[in-house]
């Protein structure tokens, strides 16, 4: 059974409908990468699969199970006990993410405290245990400092030691690398990596770079207009991409040593989402579109390639 | 950090000496002296009495014998009140006013945080409009009004009951403190009030706090560790016009309130031209204030840790 297994997420703010029916299984010790144009709902969805969605947020979902227990039963008290202990986040900017005016020893300790039994000096020396293993040199003497003394890399694994510390069992992480230096992302990765491998973590990695995702994930979701579009094996759906938009999305992307000039973005622009989508939400932009794609919502298909894909290209014709 | 409050220290010395000079020759361009008054009957006497006070020398001279005399902490003898050293007037009144500038600023701080801080909770709802109405009130009506408002609220109050709940001016016990320091902490509560609400508004909706709540932790749990003291820095910022605006418009309340503060002497000594007691006390509180901005700064250093360990870089 998956480690976190939800279905038919929908997230309302206002009038606008910006996650659309959404099914997500992350399994232990595994890395499910979400994918997609910014805007697509990626981070709603990361947010609300902790409860932590802005207040003005309207969240309905179908079965969501999260380690054999059914989550749709919890208030936010019981979800209080869910986050950082169970479900932990990793966010995207690590120089925003920390709170200016604690030490990055007192912010870790703070999590440790708040979970466990421990007293505060061995929440202390538990969070310096903790900076030294993900990395950071000189632990004792760094976990008395401001984040504003540190370097961005160097929080982001404080952030991490944050998330970790109260050995949750799944991660979440909102783009962990986009806010840092290209030289220290690979480290950040490759420590999410180990963390998965070692701990047995369950791994949401929500990103823009397929190669991370290539280097990464186990499994793959594609998401466009607040639905996932396509969804599998990553190494499949990588080769032998189904859907239009994923291979509109991978032929935007710059692969390495590639000239600035072949890269090709995606024509047009999301849709509106104020507005009831009948069909495929991708048509307009949709080079393959058919008629049928624009008043007919495709069902979501597992095709012979191993992988599951909603468009009207792969349905059987009757 | 020492580096800085020496620096600090020296421009607030320049501050004051700018405010004494001013204060001296603004004070020699206004028509007329203390003598006018009728107690002066005789040009003679009036002429003996400007040489006991040295006004008949020449401007020039009577402005280096004022500098020297300060510079000894010497303000000098009261024009009006025979005989009374201007430094006995600040040392007896003074404290007076002190303990009124300090509750009203007490009660203008836990007011307008704690006010602000709700509203920012209940951002557009009902607590923040009704409690955004009355910082709109309480800035734009003058103290004057509201603290005759008070005064008339006490006598009615002290009618319907049959008994004397509160006394309606006065100084002497702690009864007589509360409605003077509440008129005069008034303005100043609107206006930290409408502060705190604007940098709560910003704190709540940083990554730290979504961060905060990612950890598990509780609304009020959030608050105190993690919103209040850095919402508070743009309101610390402020602490040191607020004292200014808490000192002066204690001048005003005194005065209505019949509270024998400094402030009433400082208005008293303005209304009969009291040259000493004017100038004294307007250097005595320039350097009152001077000295609370560059307290407010250190505290600031405390609070904010990354201006702490940059020392003093904003
Ligand atoms: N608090 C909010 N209030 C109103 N609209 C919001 C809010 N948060 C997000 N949205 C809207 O929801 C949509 C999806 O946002 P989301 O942050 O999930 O996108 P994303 O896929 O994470 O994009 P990115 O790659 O840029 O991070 C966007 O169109 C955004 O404008
Ligand atoms: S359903 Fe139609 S419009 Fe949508 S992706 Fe498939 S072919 Fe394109
Ligand atoms: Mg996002």
Redesign the pocket.
């Given at each position: 059974m998956s480690l976190l297994s939800v279905r038919d997420l929908h997230?309302h703010?206002?009038d606008?409908h910006?996650?659309r029916g959404v099914d997500l299984a992350v399994e232990r010790g595994e890395c499910l990468a979400l994918v997609?144009?910014?805007?697509?709902?990626?981070?709603?969805?990361?947010?609300s699969l902790m409860q932590l969605?802005?207040s003005?947020?309207r969240l309905e979902h179908g079965e969501w199970l999260f380690d054999g227990q059914d989550m749709r039963s919890l208030d936010e008290k019981a979800w209080r006990k869910v986050r950082a202990r169970r479900i932990a986040m990793v966010f995207?900017n690590p120089m925003t993410a920390l709170n200016p005016t604690m030490t990055i020893g007192q912010q870790i300790a703070e999590v440790i405290c708040l979970h466990t039994s421990m007293s505060r000096r061995e929440a202390r020396q538990r969070a310096i245990d903790l900076l030294e293993r993900l990395g950071i040199v000189n632990a004792p003497r760094r976990a008395k400092q401001y984040p504003f003394e540190l370097s961005g890399g160097m929080l982001q694994r404080a952030v991490i030691a944050m998330a970790v510390a109260c050995g949750p069992s799944m991660l979440i992480a909102?783009?962990p690398t986009t806010a840092l230096d290209v030289t220290v992302q690979a480290e950040v990765l490759a420590l999410l990596q180990e963390l998965c491998r070692d701990e047995g973590l369950g791994l949401l990695l929500?990103t823009?770079d397929l190669g991370v995702v290539e280097a990464m994930a186990k499994h793959l979701a594609v998401?466009y207009a607040?639905r996932i579009v396509e969804s599998g094996e990553c190494a499949r759906v990588l080769s032998q991409p189904a859907h239009p938009y994923t291979r509109a999305l991978q032929a935007a992307m710059p692969s390495l040593g590639e000239a600035r000039e072949s890269l090709q973005g995606i024509a047009g622009t999301?849709p509106d989402?104020s507005r009831q989508i009948p069909g495929c939400a991708f048509a307009p932009r949709c080079p393959q579109a058919m008629n049928i794609c624009v008043r007919e919502l495709p069902q979501t298909r597992l095709i012979e390639t191993g992988q599951c894909t909603e468009c009207w290209l792969w349905e059987k014709p009757e | 950090m020492l580096r800085y409050i020496i620096k600090r220290l020296a421009y607030g010395l320049l501050t004051i000496w700018f405010i004494a000079t001013a204060t001296f020759f603004a004070m020699h361009a206004v028509p007329g002296d203390p003598f006018n008054s009728a107690k002066a009957a005789t040009p003679q006497l009036r002429e003996n009495l400007r040489a006991r006070y040295g006004l008949d020398k020449p401007v020039g001279e009577q402005y280096l014998l004022y500098l020297g005399n300060m510079l000894q902490g010497d303000f000098g003898i009261s024009f009006t009140q025979e005989n009374r050293r201007v430094n006995d007037i600040i040392r007896e009144h003074f404290p007076v006013s002190a303990i009124l500038g300090v509750v009203a600023l007490l009660i203008a701080s836990v007011g307008g945080i704690a006010g602000g801080a709700v509203a920012a909770y209940w951002h557009n709802r009902l607590p923040d409009r009704l409690l955004m109405m009355a910082v709109v009130l309480a800035i734009s009506i003058p103290s004057f009004v509201i603290a005759a408002l008070a005064q008339l609220l006490i006598v009615q109050a002290n009618d319907l009951s049959g008994r004397s709940l509160l006394p309606v001016a006065g100084w002497g016990s702690l009864s007589h403190l509360w409605v003077p320091a509440l008129v005069l902490g008034l303005g100043t509560m609107a206006y930290l009030a409408r502060l705190m609400r604007s940098s709560m508004l910003d704190v709540m909706n940083t990554d730290y706090v979504l961060t905060a709540r990612a950890k598990g932790l509780g609304t009020w749990q959030i608050f105190w560790r993690h919103q209040l003291r850095n919402a508070l820095l743009p309101v610390v910022t402020e602490l040191g016009p607020t004292i200014a605006a808490i000192t002066t418009g204690g001048f005003v309340v005194e005065l209505i309130f019949a509270i024998p503060g400094l402030g009433r002497y400082f208005v008293q000594a303005v209304q009969q031209l009291d040259y000493t007691v004017i100038m004294g006390t307007t250097v005595f509180y320039g350097a009152f204030l001077v000295l609370i901005v560059v307290l407010v700064d250190l505290l600031y250093g405390v609070i904010d840790p990354r201006i702490r360990l940059h020392g003093g870089q904003r």
């Open positions: 997230i703010i206002g606008n910006l996650v997609g144009e910014s805007g697509s709902g990626k981070s709603l969805t990361a947010l969605l802005p003005h947020a995207q909102d783009e929500i823009h998401m607040g999301p989402l | -």
